[in-house]
């Protein structure tokens, strides 16, 4: 196992001589261990990697200690899996661990003949000098107060701040800027993105730049959203005119949130709003940038937005309500139109890449054809006035294509002839099938 290792330190340090440091190495088998006993159960894809995994935190751990050269990570599985490996291992893994040491030789020092029985052992050692404590002592510390208990400098009941889950004002203030930016239904997906970079795992994070930068977070995960789902609805790209009032209203937004907002209900205003900071506009251009650079935005969270939005999620919420006042008066019409979502499971045999007549795909099929007629009105208008395709009556020769030489002309007008008619054929052939009659 020891040469595995080494030579997995090897990879990630090519310039490094063969000679690796102990401290490193043992290191790397300690997380080894801890991590086969705290993460036992690991994909297969990412069992490969956990080897890898554990020697590069390693390195990066004792990069500074050891003065270590660049490491060069060349995982053996994609780039996104083993980031999120990385991440996982290196948030279970304590960051005090240390190899075993050898025991100290007991016999080493020898035992002195003139030892006074009064104050040393049977082994020479000498006597504890100090007063056994008190019981009252020693169960101090583990007497916590009951929680509840009113304390004597504010009198007010003690409430935990629960550290395994997100901060108290992080959900409040997501549901602060969709409703007032007139979009509550981006709320879920925000959230999604906020546990993934806070809690992964389902433990709050040790990334020290992540907890610094909660509130940038929050705002940049807004801005690339509320960005994507433009870019969805309209088509048109990311530019700067489009993108500064949106950073300007995040901005303002995430002011009003902070004056109007009372979140953690028995909580001190210091734990309700802890790692909250006051973000500027460089701040967040900051957080911008350091979020594309960790690939935030290549999770299932921000990736998934895609699908959302065919599925019609992002809809305007004006059609929940009308939909509620449509079953309430009994207008089974006006609810049979609203789109019905439905989610399938992967272990079903129903499954959308089937599902040859779903509402995408009958969206793309309409798509197609109004893109195909199109182009066939297009050619019949930019034909010449004299083709007569019925007939099999060509253009005057001298005046078509703009060529002279009689031969070539009456080439080309076979050829646009025979063109057009396999694209006529085509048409009544799809015209034809069935599934054309159901649009």
């Not at 007991?106 to 035992?111: D, F, I, Q, V």
């Not at 050692?125 to 002592?137: A, F, M, N, Q």
């Amino acid at each position: 196992m020891s040469r595995s290792i080494e030579q997995s330190l090897l990879q990630l340090m090519p310039t490094h001589g063969t000679d690796l440091p102990p401290p490193l190495v043992e290191l790397a088998s300690a997380l080894l261990a801890q991590s086969r006993h705290r993460a036992s159960t690991l994909k297969a894809e990412e069992e490969v990697a956990r080897l890898h995994a554990c020697c590069h935190i390693a390195c990066d751990r004792l990069k500074i200690p050891l003065d270590l050269p660049p490491i060069q990570s060349r995982p053996p599985i994609p780039p996104r899996i083993y980031q999120r490996l990385y991440a996982h291992l290196d948030n279970i893994l304590p960051h005090n661990v240390t190899a075993r040491t050898p025991a100290k030789n007991r016999h080493g020092t020898p035992r002195s003949r003139h030892a006074d029985p009064d104050t040393t052992t049977a082994s020479g050692r000498p006597l504890p000098s100090r007063t056994t404590p008190s019981k009252e002592t020693t169960l101090a510390p583990f007497r916590a107060a009951a929680t509840g208990t009113p304390t004597k400098s504010t009198g007010r009941a003690v409430v935990p701040v629960d550290t395994s889950a997100l901060h108290p004002w992080i959900r409040p203030t997501i549901r602060f800027l969709c409703s007032a930016s007139g979009n509550p239904r981006l709320a879920p997906t925000l959230l999604a993105g906020m546990e993934r970079a806070v809690v992964p795992g389902g433990r709050r994070t040790r990334d020290a730049w992540v907890l610094a930068n909660l509130t940038g977070l929050v705002a940049a995960f807004y801005f690339f959203v509320v960005q994507q789902l433009r870019v969805l609805r309209t088509g048109e790209p990311i530019t700067e005119e489009n993108y500064l009032p949106v950073r300007a209203e995040v901005l303002a937004l995430l002011t009003r949130a902070r004056q109007e907002l009372v979140v953690g209900r028995g909580l001190d205003e210091d734990d309700a709003w802890q790692g909250w900071q006051a973000l500027r506009r460089r701040d967040f251009l900051a957080v911008t940038d350091e979020v594309t650079r960790r690939a935030f935005l290549q999770e299932d969270w921000y990736v998934g937005i895609r699908d959302l939005f065919a599925s019609g999620a992002f809809d305007d919420a004006d059609a929940d309500d009308a939909g509620g006042e449509a079953q309430s008066r009994g207008d089974e019409e006006g609810a049979g139109r609203l789109t019905k979502l439905t989610i399938r499971r992967a272990d079903t045999m129903f499954q959308d890449r089937y599902d040859y007549l779903s509402e995408s795909r009958r969206l793309d099929y309409r798509l197609w054809k109004e893109g195909l007629l199109q182009r066939i009105e297009q050619a019949e208008s930019t034909a010449p006035d004299a083709m007569d395709v019925e007939g099999g009556e060509f253009p005057p020769k001298d005046k078509v294509y703009g060529y002279d030489n009689t031969a070539t002309n009456e080439i080309l007008g076979i050829q646009w002839i025979g063109l057009e008619k396999s694209i006529v054929d085509s048409v009544k052939q799809l015209q034809s099938l069935p599934v054309w009659k159901t649009l």
